[in-house]
């Protein structure tokens, strides 16, 4: 086998190693003026409106993505994870998708079932009144309502340390 692939098939599994590790392990970034989320109302592709204000005094993970991003795809089974081990202790999961038609969105759930709400922002108007600059983006929002963290990128929802830091947000600070 010639030096160059021999190297290669050596490295390669080194590298995706690496790149899970990282997504893995990615911290959540801490928003500095913690300003209050901006509220929305928005249909889902259930037929259902979803409020923020609905979710008041819960921390949230608030994920805006699109069908069409292959790293929105891949973090949503880690997202539902989360979702099953934090619904029972009162916080939420909610994920925005952001440009989509209902369509789109009915496909994706088919093919990746989720059970936490994914309300449809089809013109962008919310995804705009956050500090959203690409896709995934997600915020985890206190139980006051006000902006902790924010992660751009693929994260694995349900890493321990990923919970430990949302759930350290249902203490008052």
Not at 49 to 77: Q, S, V
Request: aromatic letters at 10%; glycine letters at 6%.
């Amino acid at each position: 086998m010639k030096p160059l692939l021999r190297c290669l098939f050596v490295l390669l599994p080194c590298w995706f190693g690496t790149v899970v590790y990282a997504v893995e392990e990615l911290p959540l970034t801490p928003v500095e003026d913690q300003a209050a989320a901006p509220d929305f109302n928005l249909p889902g592709p259930d037929g259902r409106t979803y409020r923020l204000a609905d979710y008041r005094g819960k921390p949230i993970i608030l994920n805006f993505w699109a069908t069409w991003c292959p790293p929105c795809r891949a973090e949503m089974p880690s997202m539902q994870r989360a979702h099953e081990i934090l619904a029972s202790e009162g916080i939420a999961v909610i994920a925005i998708n952001v440009g989509d038609d209902v369509e789109a969105v009915r496909q994706f759930l088919a093919d990746t079932p989720v059970s936490f709400p994914l309300p449809m922002d089809a013109d962008s108007t919310i995804a705009q009144r956050y500090p959203v600059i690409g896709l995934p983006t997600t915020f985890v929002i206190d139980a006051e309502g006000r902006l902790a963290f924010s992660a751009t990128g693929e994260r694995e929802w349900d890493a321990p340390a990923l919970l430990d830091q949302v759930r350290a947000l249902k203490r008052p600070r």
